[in-house]
């Protein structure tokens, strides 16, 4: 009950809100007043405005916060935290069905203790949701397979074919399930009639699952659809299997990209995450009781951590589809350790203090002050409702009043136009910008952004807050930050 509170609590607060919480909730509020899953933020680039054709319409079921109470940011990322309990839940029912219920409890303290846990069940993104797929596609899998269901089956084909609608990343788990189906077969375990019958109605439940991802993604709007793909998926975020496939570039991408990943998030914090996980994996190797169990689990890791840098360029976050899983062997290994070595009995209530020590004590002190609606009431006490632009996350606030400079980054892609055209054409008469964080994207972007210099602008306010004006980060480390607002002069 405390853990909850504590996650209600913090909710808003970490990690500070940036722009992923606002461009991935707009399209789902702009469908639920009825504008079409669209983005006015991305107006004029890539047929944004029209449809977001890139991301997938049953993400929105997540989201019924926002549809019952209304658009805020704490009800937007209310959806990843209930996307997260439910993760729990589910990690529970698999590791039972592998081994029992007191390593399945465990199992779930350690998934819920994690840093990644705590990060992305505060963060609008997909990659909860994507989680959630994974692992009741997988105990779903394991359920057909135990009971010769064909009905769960084609559930289990279903369900990993609709993921890919949740995000493109989705398309792992066809393939996971497809290696599962080979290695059931090759190890002999069960009957091959079964799981051949079984493969077809996996397979009419994938071509279901297929279809209606191409209806609502390139049928209701071909045109729109390939401008976005081309334009999004083929640069932007070109994934290993559009460029030359190396195996070991792949390896090296995965191995020093895992490292870099937790290091960038909360340096020594992360890397503490990191050596646990390696450690719970390596150390669960020795102990050979359960393994039938634990082979299916290694599978599982092994084919994520292989197929993620061809399908995708992981950041840090897409390694969080192998924690339930990694959780699961932790567990294993810390009731092995008990057993073996009596004296390491309290080794479990050791583990837990240390995550909660160094994983929810630093967040509770650093950031219980922070407050998401004072700042932008002080924002508001210069601005009401003029069109603005900035790159501070107040899209919550101002909605379709809002753009952020990502939008111009991608505009100006699109268009080549500059962005005194893209201020004009928007009719934006107010910049909000964060003092230090737009120093560093006009040095990173000076491409795009250097005629921001010679833009005629006055400056009317600026606000102060210790958390937000700054970089935008998991650990932020000054203690004050100032937003800058201008008045744009024609």
């Known amino acids: 009950f405390i853990y909850i509170l504590w996650h209600l609590y913090y909710l808003d607060k970490y990690p500070l809100p940036d722009m ?35 991301h997938g319409r049953l993400y929105s079921i997540f989201h019924f916060p926002i549809l019952i109470g209304g658009l805020s940011l704490y009800l937007a990322r209310l959806s990843s935290l209930l996307s997260g309990f439910l993760l729990l839940f589910l990690t529970y029912l698999l590791a039972k069905e592998l081994f029992n219920k007191q390593k399945a409890l465990v199992s779930v303290i350690v998934l819920s203790l994690s840093q990644l846990f705590i990060i992305l069940s505060h963060k609008v993104r997909q990659d909860m949701a994507l989680c959630v797929f994974f692992v009741l596609v997988i105990y779903i899998f394991l359920k057909a397979v135990n009971k010769k269901s064909n009905i769960l089956f084609f559930i289990t084909g279903l369900l990993s074919s609709l993921a890919i609608d ?19 077969l090759i190890r002999g375990e069960y009957k091959r009639t079964i799981l051949l019958n079984g493969s077809v109605y996996c397979i009419i439940g994938v071509i279901i699952g297929i279809f209606f991802w191409i209806y609502t993604h390139i049928l209701i709007d071909p045109e729109t659809f390939f401008i976005q793909w081309y334009s999004i998926v083929l640069r932007d975020f070109k994934p290993t299997l559009f460029k030359q496939i190396n195996f070991l570039l792949v390896i090296k991408k995965i191995f020093f990209g895992w490292i870099l990943s937790y290091w960038n998030t909360s340096y020594h914090r992360g890397m503490f995450e990191w050596m646990i996980i390696v450690l719970g994996i390596i150390l669960s190797m020795f102990n050979r009781e359960n393994f039938r169990g634990k082979k299916y689990i290694y599978l599982i890791i092994f084919t994520i951590l292989i197929t993620l840098p061809i399908f995708s360029h992981i950041p840090w976050n897409y390694f969080f589809f192998i924690y339930p899983f990694v959780s699961i062997l932790i567990a294993d290994t810390i009731f092995w350790f008990r057993e073996k070595y009596k004296i390491l009995e309290l080794i479990p209530n050791l583990f837990f203090f240390i995550a909660i020590l160094v994983n929810m004590l630093p967040i509770s002190i650093r950031y219980s002050k922070v407050n998401y609606k004072n700042y932008v009431k002080k924002i508001k006490n210069f601005l009401q409702e003029e069109i603005l632009f900035g790159d501070v996350p107040i899209w919550f606030e101002y909605e379709d009043k809002f753009y952020p400079h990502f939008s111009y980054y991608e505009y100006k892609k699109f268009t080549g136009k500059k962005l005194y055209d893209f201020l004009k054409e928007r009719e934006v008469k107010y910049l909000v910008l964060a003092q230090e ?46 937003t800058q607002i201008y008045k744009i002069i024609y």
Request: proline share 3%; hydrophobic share 45%; charged share 25%.
């Open 20 to 54: 992923d919480d606002a461009w991935l909730t707009e399209p789902v509020w702009r469908l639920f007043k009825g504008k079409g899953y669209s983005s006015e933020m991305f107006k004029g680039v890539y047929g944004l405005e029209k449809s977001d054709v890139y």
């Open 166 to 184: 949740i995000h493109l990343n989705g398309v792992i788990l066809l393939i996971l399930i497809f290696i599962l189906f080979i290695f059931f």
């Open 437 to 482: 964080e737009f120093k560093i994207t006009v040095e990173k972007f000076r491409p795009y952004f250097e005629d921001f210099l010679y833009i005629k602008k006055e400056l009317i306010g600026e606000v102060e807050d210790s958390f937000f004006g700054g970089k935008f980060s998991y650990c932020p480390l000054h203690s004050s930050h100032i």
